[in-house]
């Protein structure tokens, strides 16, 4: 028996991660480039919900909500972007910086951190991980 696409008998596994955004238009534009997603569907002006999926076919989805919630100051769930090692990652961060992402003056990194935490033009925090860290 299949339901939602996987059988009973499969492990469950993420398919979306959704996050909230003012302007659904600025955000699909944002992550569209940020991750090379294309939209699942046209995208019309007056949609209020929109879900991206990799270009290349592969990964999980990401959906934007409009959402009339703040922002969080330190968000119980965020998305955790995985670079290859120490250049890659500072390359990445200032790829997504000149897309909007803006530096958040993180105040509890610590002492040598793995990751660096940016924010999305909505304002919504994410990192971008060194893998390769040690």
């Known amino acids: 028996m299949r339901l939602g696409g996987c059988k009973t008998e499969d492990v469950l596994n993420v398919g979306t991660v959704v996050i909230g955004v003012e302007d659904l238009h600025r955000a699909v534009a944002f992550w569209t480039r940020a991750l090379n997603y294309v939209a699942k569907r046209e995208i019309k002006g007056e949609d209020d919900f929109a879900i991206l999926v990799p270009a290349s076919g592969h990964g999980a989805h990401l959906a934007l909500d409009v959402s009339q919630t703040p ?27 000149s897309l909007g992402a803006t530096r958040v003056d993180w105040d509890r990194y610590p002492e040598n951190p793995d990751f660096i935490v940016l924010a999305d ?6 990192c971008v991980i060194d893998t390769n860290h040690s």
């Open 71 to 97: 922002v969080q100051q330190y968000p119980r769930v965020h998305l955790d972007l995985y670079a290859g090692d120490a250049a890659d990652q500072a390359s990445e961060v200032e790829r997504l910086v």
């Open 121 to 126: 033009p909505e304002g919504n925090r994410f």
